[in-house]
């Protein structure tokens, strides 16, 4: 049988996510994303289309490398101004029956006490759909709007992460027995305390003593998303992801990663297989190829190079702005930048070719355009050449993109026999995996289960 | 003309808010608390019933106060387990048009570049509905849980919250003029950079340089509501808050509180009606005075005083644990304390009886029972006794409480002139007021609106 694919839908609670200028097209919507309505409709085409989740990006601070300043940020829309992506989640549920929602939040911007009552109230809210996609923040613009100078240093801040997730498990795994909520009629208790117990966390960076606030969730801890494209984050991803987001240039860099987070998560005595890998893709489909090929000559000529250099500058620290947009690129790969900068050491790459590249139009990669024969050809190519499990579709334009392929892909790979037909029941976890709702055993979070029966007998405080 | 009666339903995302015991009555849905038709059918019937909002209370801990430790609540269910009350508000928006929504959010446990982002979220998504409360926090078990030993003093707790608005203004009020997003098709510009100003704030205890993440919405400063009981609380009302939520137990104490916050308010240099007051009150109604009182002695069975005393312990910091529920009581009222306990210096009180009265089943004071006619009268009374603006309901049994007085208290009300029967258009301000959607020239928020002009030839950062 042909591998399945899964799909999300990449999205961002601002005005131009990825894709510059598109949002001067007439279909374009994508100042609405402040307008309820706009998110609410365009889960109900992702559910149609029978989508595994939305997957919510989201960044605290601006893009203010480029040029040294915020200005061709601000002027493109560049995923500024940005609304907090978790707050749309509710309304997004109510209409909606078996979307997953992948929301990202950061481990610098919130207390772990405070962000696993977040995630466990939205739990409960989506009957458990809910994913955290972890994240550790890389503006320094947002860093110091919390009163810190700069970021921490980039491995520093996965310290953090690591004990801000062991904070976040003992509250979610560790702290209420599944039947500490007994609402017994008979002798008045709403809650046993003997099964409520104080996670007493001492470490470096926390200090939680209490209880955690939330009575248990269908998934406990939620689904949890990872996106880090550096050795730490690779590492990071293979101990806790349960899926991961990755961002590409090529097959063979594609690949690699795949493979290489694959070997951390056996390394970390998980099942290759237990980390879903979403490979970012971007798709433009008409009925026909000359019809779709026209479509990506009009949406590459919106593209305003500043507005995409601006955030290529803020994922890699490289200040475009001095550059000549036809100049050739010779910058030197980096393990901790985004990885389209390992392109650019190779080739003769201009400015206009990263822009292109970055904004995911340029041919050759991780982009498919054509009629829905042709993009689902180069769908299957790409999943089965990287071993990805399935893509994190981003859109050119909202929610067209979206309704494009679940009008004319969707049927195309559901014909092939690799895309499902209808929605299995349960969690967001339990039809990714086809088990359970709750983490395996094998995941690090299981670990602090075990809390549960070692502190029964000592009285919740 | 008589004075009209604006209501707000007061609730929390827990199982039990106020009236211990009574998720024991069949009628109760409280536990259900979690789920998120609960709430959208609750507000669904207060839309129905011309409810000016939902006011949701909230609390980042628990009561381990009474007995030393939190048992008694965690038996009880009171206030705990309780899950985040803003990530509620987009699916309540999504099934309601008019209804406004004011939560509870702590200056102690968020960081004010990220909670300005959050109010401003959801006033885009609610179209101009969210009202703030600004808590300070008064439970040292959430305090030591983000790392804190206790809780700051309780006046420092008020000068950080004062900076704190101060950091919340600027980002809302002064940060993005009213035209910065043009979305200018010609000249390619989303936004311009030269009308979105970084705020530069460098005070004591924050520091945000930046510029506020989000474009202006409707209100931009969320209604602030304020429910500070202390002096220090009633003089950080009287400057900032445009509504207040009252809880006092006779018509003598409410209506020297409300002297107090409208004589602070003038201090102030705003007017006296520029805020408005919310009195906690209770009714238990029935389509007779008999059976109402039937309903009444139902509820009353069902409290559970050590419930009650954890909540009133934590309020108060008198750990009530050792006392004897038919002892008579004698404790020191303090400025800084529940008002209930303003009353046991002076009377025979017994453990029982401010077990009722704590729980607002107790007759005499901010509580009604009987048929909609003696409800109605009693509400008249009190409000113009105290000279309060209107009620914050407060329920026995949810969602039943408000479904009864929406059924029976509404059309009493609207029979005798005192309660609309259709709402205004416009913004949860503009509804209150009966002006615009900001906030007037006279109130503290409103000088960093100067800072627009003044900064407008400066370039964002």
Redesign the interface.
Known sequence: MSRQILVNAFAM?T??HLVS?T??DPDSQS?RY???AFW?DLVQHLERGLFDGLFIADV???Y?VYGG???AA????VQ?????P??????????TEHLGFGVTASTT???P??LA??F???D???RGRIGWNVVTSYLN?GA????LDRQLGHDERYDVADEYLEVAYKLWEGS?EDDA?V?D?DR??????AK?HPIGHEGKH??????H???P?PQRTPVLYQAGASGRGRAFAGQHAEAVFLAVPTEAIGAARVADIRARAVAAGRDARDVKVFSSYTVVVAETDAEAHRKHDLYRSYL?PEATLALWSGWTGFDMASYDPDEPLRLVPSDAVHSTAELLGNGDWTVRDLVEQAAGLRPGGAFAVGSPATVADRIQEWVEAIDADGLNLCNVITPGSYVDFVDLVVPELQRRGVYRTSYDEGTLRRKLFGRGDRLPDTHPAARHRADVSRQSAV???
């Open positions: 609670n005005p131009t200028g949002w001067r100042w402040k307008d309820l609410t605290l601070g601006i203010d300043g915020p200005e601000l002027r493109g829309g500024v101004p940005v609304n907090d978790l707050l749309l989640v509710s309304a997004m549920a109510h209409v911007f919130d207390h006490y405070t009552r977040r466990s109230t939205l409960h809210l989506t613009s110091r709007n919390i009163g209420w909520v609402r009629l008045h208790v709403f809650a046993d305390p409520i926390f200090r939680v003593p209490g209880i606030l939330a009575e969730s305003e009285p919740a405080r």
